[in-house]
């Protein structure tokens, strides 16, 4: 067995996934790939669903959730009673959003780089219900934590009663500094939720340490999990003031708690036992390791992207300021002509913003790519530029 954290002992972690060879694969923030053991474990419980569909045989589900729970729970530093398990973050952010209580002219807090799920949600939710939405500007690329709260705090009235931010952008790659917006939320009693797509299963995230009311993930983007699985928290003194989205047979036994937001009928069972194996993987490497992992990965590519004249750099190179994406636009080079050659030439897949403030490439690599492919990707990038 290599020494834990070397560089053997990621080749061994990149072994368990079935990425094809040749291929870097840096689109962690959209989508990644599972590992073998959760890719195995799910195909065991599909088959072993379809072989028996009795309520007998499935009667065993009940507590298999209940263990995804208690393990989310534990990953995030939550109680179990505060978990629900959703279908992916855009979901946990829309029950939020429907869910609080909220009358005409009060004031929601968003920024200009929060996902659809967390913004566009909430501009419906005002138009039916004569709501106002106050966006925050984005700097791109962050300079100082001071800077992201200043353009919040600015933005709070006697009317706000809600802050919704993005915890990693996926627009960016900036990082809200979310423990120091928590004491702001408090301080004027506002319902603070915190998007963590692009932060569950890639930094070592405690919601009590942020002191957030409400926290959504995905089991597909860095949790390395089944698609449309997530996580949504909500902090246990506000589970009895949210209102679910959708009621159906379960949610009368538990209405204090946060599996009343999960009950949607019939679930797909064998993909939440490949939910459980994946928090089980990550567990198994350790949440603090593999955010340090991130932060070397992070480092490199940046570090060299930066050195190169033609590239402009829309992610801070701080680590405190960002997270696994990494966000840049090329002088003088079209956009979208650099993303096609990236994949088509030298397949490396990643994400674009072909035009506006974020234009540009993105990178997002997790703990299956090697260093190597960190200074492959940077080098194509200097052919090209
Ligand atoms: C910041 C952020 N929030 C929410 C989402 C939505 O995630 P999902 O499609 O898993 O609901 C994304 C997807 O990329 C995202 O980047």
Request: contains cysteine.
């Amino acid at each position: 067995m290599p020494a834990t954290g070397s560089e053997d002992y990621w080749s061994l972690v990149k072994r368990q996934f079935p990425l094809s060879a040749g291929l870097i694969y840096l689109n962690a923030a959209n989508v990644c790939p599972s590992s073998r053991p959760v890719l195995d474990r799910h195909q065991e419980y599909l088959r072993d669903f379809h072989a028996d569909p009795s309520f007998q045989n499935r009667a065993k589900y009940d507590k298999l959730q209940e263990s995804l729970r208690s393990k989310l729970a534990a990953m995030l530093g939550a109680t179990p009673d505060e978990i629900a398990v959703t279908r992916n973050t855009s979901e946990g952010s829309n029950i939020v959003v429907n869910g609080i209580d909220l009358k005409e002219g009060d004031e929601i807090i968003v920024t200009t780089h929060n996902h659809p799920s967390s913004f566009d949600s909430w501009k419906v939710r005002a138009q039916r219900a004569k709501l106002v939405v106050r966006e925050a500007p984005v700097p791109v690329p962050a300079r100082s934590k001071q800077e992201l709260t200043d353009s919040i705090t600015s933005l709070i009235n006697p009317r706000t009663r809600v802050l919704a931010v993005t915890h990693v952008t996926s627009t960016t790659g900036n990082r809200y500094p979310v423990n120091e917006l928590a004491a702001i939320a408090r301080k004027h009693n506002l319902w603070y939720h915190v998007d963590g797509a692009q932060t569950f299963g890639a930094l070592d995230v405690n919601v009590k340490r942020i002191g957030c009311d409400s926290y959504s993930g995905s089991s597909h983007k860095w949790l390395m999990g089944p698609l449309e699985a997530g996580v949504l928290y909500i902090r246990k003194e506000r589970i009895d003031g949210l209102w679910p989205s959708i009621v159906t047979a379960g949610w009368e036994p538990n209405p204090k708690t946060a599996r009343k937001f999960e009950v949607y009928g019939q679930r797909d069972n064998p993909r939440l036992v490949a939910f459980e194996a994946a928090v089980d993987f990550i567990t198994l490497i350790g949440m603090a390791r593999v955010e340090e992992r991130l932060r070397q990965l992070t480092t490199r590519l940046k570090s060299q992207l930066a050195a190169s004249p033609a590239v402009v750099m829309k992610t801070p190179q701080d680590w405190e300021l960002s997270g696994g994406v990494v966000k840049f636009a090329v002088r003088g080079k079209k956009t979208g002509e650099l993303y096609d050659r990236l994949y088509g030439q030298h397949r490396v897949a990643l994400a674009q913003t072909a035009s506006g403030p974020s234009e540009g490439l993105r990178f997002s690599p997790h703990i299956y790519n090697s260093m190597e492919e960190m200074d492959e990707a940077a080098s194509f990038i200097k052919r090209l530029a």
